[in-house]
């Protein structure tokens, strides 16, 4: 049997500051708002009176009626520090947290079939959204979007709409639609991940947050190798090229640079340093310069030799030489 009293502790009131709670203006906050007083209501243990609306039975005492009364003074005061002014003008009357909770979420929330479609929508435009930065609260910002989602399904009483639910309850879902939404500017990165099969989707998250930090490193590296290339045309390295150079021997996961550029897929494994294939390339670039150099040489040589003077000679098999003897 559901007891009042034992939730009202008067000698330990709870004291606990709402100024993190932004003020619910309409629909376009209600999710967050609810979401937010719902952990409040939990919290002081009036979660039943409020959105249950469970009240005392018709033959409870006095305690029992005096608890219940004061868990709704409670909430009412709540109520009115977190609602807009043109909202509380229209729910301060009902007196009762119940009603209150009652009107708001019949206003303001939608979880027709409408809403699912979309919040669907929403979600697949998440791509569309993210330009290669913030990483962090790009992911945010689709685990905001998918539990929305995810609630929505479960609330609707269509089987199929339930179903779906379940389906975005799995874990690997969740985390292939996340690959599927990053691909596009992490392809080597996502190909990697989607060959373990034993990855959960806090798995995926961790190696997808500590893509920034690999990406600082790689610009890092970049700049250092610029500064290496200064030094050895003469020029004197900054104090910055020498930090930098030195924190790139120290990464953690080794990256190449100019394969991320030039053969995407395959910087993974090494730095630019190390690459082989940018070393090849050097070679060759050397290789055609000496032989370039080498031809110009030949061309002059020719050159001086057909300055001189050619003599004829009718007894000679070449008639006519530039060499007189």
Known sequence: MFSFSPRVDRKTPVHFKLDSIGKLTGQHNYRIWSASINIVLNGIKTYEVVVDG??????????????????????????????????????????????MWTWLRTEYYRDSAFALVFQIMNLISLPTQYSGTDLPGCISKFESQWLHLTKLSKASSDSYR?????????????????????VKHYKNVIDNLT????LSYDDV????MDIDTSEIEENS??????????????????????SNNSSSSSFSSKTCTWCKKHN???CEGHTWNECFRLQKLNKEKKENEEKHKAEEANVTTEQKARNKSFYFDTACTSHMTPYAE
């Open 54 to 99: 469970v009240s005392p039975a018709d033959d409870a005492d006095q305690t029992e009626t005096d608890a219940y009364e004061h868990l709704k003074h409670t909430v009412s005061t709540i109520f009115i520090q977190v609602v807009s002014q043109d909202i509380l003008e229209k729910i301060v009357e009902l007196e009762d947290p119940h009603l």
């Open 195 to 198: 060959t373990k099969d034993s």
């Open 205 to 208: 998250k961790q190696r997808l």
């Open 264 to 266: 995407p897929g395959k």
């Open 162 to 182: 339930k179903t779906f639910a379940t389906f975005l309850n799995e874990d690997k879902a969740k985390s292939d639609f996340l690959l599927g939404f990053l």
């Open 221 to 242: 590296a970049l700049f250092a190798s610029k500064h290496s290339g200064n030094k050895k045309k003469g020029n004197k390295p900054t104090k910055s090229g020498n």
